[in-house]
């Protein structure tokens, strides 16, 4: 009988893995085990990460809105992405835009629609 080649499956998966762990440093980036840990230590980490990084910068920008807000003294119900831009860059903006909505809350409840 011939010789079977055997591994290529396994040895394919393995390599796929290597790549994944290549920038690691010592075991973590050569031998297969720690490599297999370290990867799922490493998206673990990410997914974890990803979720605490939109809460970090919710934070940011209702500290943003509040700090130019105190400074103005009055009320803006908006976009908190767009407003924490609209407060580090232009402040003016951000007092046009609340006196628009006020103008527009006041009207409503004149005319009684609220």
């Not at 393995?14 to 720690?34: D, E, N, P, Q, V």
């Not at 230590?41 to 809460?55: E, G």
């Amino acid at each position: 009988m011939t010789r079977i080649r055997r591994g290529n499956i396994a040895r394919r998966r393995r390599t796929k893995i290597r790549l994944f762990a290549s920038s690691f440093r010592g075991a973590h980036s050569r031998l297969t085990r720690t490599i297999t840990q370290q990867k799922i230590r490493a998206l673990v980490s990410s997914h974890r990460d990803r979720d605490k990084q939109k809460r970090n910068f919710r934070r940011l920008w209702i500290t943003r809105i509040n700090a130019v807000i105190r400074e103005i003294g009055k009320q803006v119900l908006l976009n908190r992405k767009i407003l924490a831009q609209i407060a580090i860059s232009n402040k003016n903006c951000l007092y046009m835009i609340s006196n628009e909505i006020i103008k527009e809350v006041d009207w409503k409840e004149s005319t009684g629609i609220i």
